[in-house]
């Protein structure tokens, strides 16, 4: 025979209550041989009541305890027989095993079962001493007599499987025998279920986080924006406070022939009025630019953060009882959109998104201000002024002193009024490009992240109907075993 052949004998034995029960002896729970191990284990969810055998030299070993853990798990009725009591000098002996052996049965089992305590070796001189030519009643009679049979306590094992375990209680048993074992993998299932649901919540905890931060990034870039900007507003006030001082200055008869030379007077404007405005305007466009990429650098770097939170989220203990293609297919999709997302980061050229954003911003201006830039805008105004004053001095000279006043406010508001348009040519054209960036970018996140989200959300629906499911298996198995109490109880027979 091969190694993986097992050898077999059968053995005919002639006892009565054999033909109504099947009785198996399995080879133990720490057997040496690693076959009759599984044997033990594979014979427990076909099995109607578990006869647990211990003894008072080794009473709930490891391995003892780990099968109780299994007898548990598939809902099994279950007996314990402790052997070898004719190995104890005193009652108190007894007791104390007896004792400890409920106490452990109720933290293992969370039931108290009936404890049968038995010396097999005591019960077996007494029957073989019994004459072979005996009846059935004369052989009880003469047992009962017996000292080895009464001191082996085993005749009460023997009436606890004859007649307590009578044809009623044999067919609860074995109807009630599928159901345990259907409970039980209801129980694993929805226990790994679960398991996956903890850890799609934690998905949704930091799927919820990335939006929040999302949300309130884009609330602070605006606002931190706004701030940029109003300074780009203020130095054009300025500006346009200088440029009411100097025509007030200017633009007085003591100074009529410094008005007439126009070259002179550009100059005086452009570095009393104008100064550093133009450099300073497109200092903070820069500013801005490179503001904003810097916090788009860090948008990506805490969105990865968060990614990679997500895939440190599963515990040890969590992670052995999640289904491996669950957790696997899950980690790829992580792991896919996280390297996405380090990869845009990663080749994210703050000089090259500065110049394209800087000639974007240049190009509007081109097309939506004049057809001139900041600096030429300014200069523009400037120009403007400065020809205006030449022919106001001509047109003084001309009519005399009370039309000034007059030309002088005109002169102001001109002025003013072109300054005013440039500012708002400027907010608008900056505030239009600044949402138009951030919007790409949020979509950008947003996008990198929706196959987990929608992963995320396709399964937890999915879980969920699938707990739902097995919690109303749950509540099938529980009223099958009250109609099977039912259907055999004679003081109360069912409803018809």
Same mark, same amino acid.
């Given at each position: 025979?091969?190694?993986?052949? /097992?050898?077999?004998?059968? %053995? ?11 009785? @198996? ?41 780990? *099968? ?34 409920? =106490?452990?049965?109720? /933290? +293992? ?38 000292? &080895? ?5 085993? $005749? ?29 993998? @209801? ?37 931190? *924006? ?14 346009? =406070?200088? !440029? ?12 009529? *022939? ?20 133009? #450099? ?41 009882? %999640? ?10 999709? +992580?792991? $896919? ?13 703050? =000089?090259? =998104? ?17 057809? @001139? !830039?900041? !600096? ?16 106001? $001095?001509?047109?003084? #000279?001309? +009519? $005399? ?26 907010? #608008? ?12 970018? +949020?979509? #950008? ?10 992963? @995320? ?23 099958? &075993? ?15």
């Amino acid at each position: 025979m091969g190694p993986n052949i /097992t050898k077999q004998r059968l %053995i005919h034995l002639p006892v009565d209550w054999l033909k109504q029960i099947s009785l @198996v002896d399995t080879p133990g729970t720490n057997a040496v041989i690693k076959d009759h191990q599984q044997i033990t284990q594979h014979f427990v969810p076909r099995s109607d009541l578990i006869l647990f055998v211990t003894s008072t030299d080794r009473t709930f070993s490891y391995s003892e305890k780990k *099968f109780l853990e299994l007898v548990k798990d598939y809902n099994k009725k279950i007996v314990v027989v402790l052997s070898k009591i004719d190995q104890l000098e005193t009652e108190q002996e007894l007791a104390e095993i007896t004792k400890f052996i409920s =106490e452990n049965s109720r /933290t +293992l089992l969370s039931i108290e079962p009936l404890i049968f305590p038995v010396s097999s070796k005591k019960a077996l001189a007494a029957k073989q001493s019994l004459p072979p030519s005996a009846t059935t009643s004369e052989r009880q009679e003469i047992l009962e007599k017996n000292d &080895n049979w009464l001191q082996s306590q085993f $005749g009460e094992l023997e009436n606890y499987i004859l007649k307590t375990l009578d044809v009623r209680q044999r067919a609860i048993l074995k109807m009630k025998n599928p159901l345990g074992v259907a409970e039980r993998y @209801v129980r694993i299932y929805k226990q790994q279920f679960n398991s996956r649901l903890d850890t799609l919540m934690n998905d949704v905890k930091v799927l919820e986080q990335i939006n929040k931060f999302v949300s309130r990034f884009r609330i602070d870039m605006t606002s931190d *924006f706004q701030w940029r900007i109003d300074k780009i507003d203020s130095l054009l006030f300025q500006m346009s =406070e200088r !440029g009411s001082d100097f025509i007030d200055n200017k633009m007085r008869f003591g100074k009529l *022939f410094e008005l007439l030379n126009s070259s002179k007077t550009k100059l005086e404007f452009e570095k009393v009025v104008t100064a550093d405005t133009k #450099a300073d305007i497109e200092r903070s466009i820069s500013e801005i630019i490179d503001w904003f990429l810097d916090k788009n650098i860090k948008l990506w770097n805490k969105t990865v953060d968060y990614l990679h939170k997500a895939t440190q989220n599963e515990n040890t203990e969590m992670a052995r009882t %999640i289904e491996t293609n669950f957790r696997s297919n899950r980690a790829n999709l +992580l792991e $896919g959109i996280g390297q996405k997302a380090l990869n845009l980061v990663s080749s994210y050229n703050k =000089e090259v =998104e500065s110049e394209r954003l800087a000639a974007h911003i240049k190009a509007t201006f081109y097309q939506t201000t004049l057809p @001139v !830039g900041v !600096g030429a805008l300014l200069f523009y105004v400037l120009t403007d002024v400065t020809v205006l004053n030449a022919a106001i $001095g001509v047109f003084i #000279a001309a +009519l $005399g002193l009370p039309i000034l006043p007059l030309k002088k406010r005109k002169a102001k508001a001109d002025m003013k009024e072109k300054i005013e348009t440039l500012r708002k040519s400027i907010r #608008a054209t900056l505030t239009e490009q600044f949402q138009r960036e951030l919007e790409n970018s +949020l979509k #950008a996140v947003q996008d990198n992240i929706s196959p987990f989200q929608q992963h @995320v959300e396709l399964k937890k629906t999915e879980i969920e109907e699938a707990i739902g499911q097995l919690k109303n298996s749950e509540k099938a198995i529980v009223e099958l &075993n009250h109609q099977i109490e039912l259907s055999f109880d004679t003081t109360n027979p069912p409803e018809k």
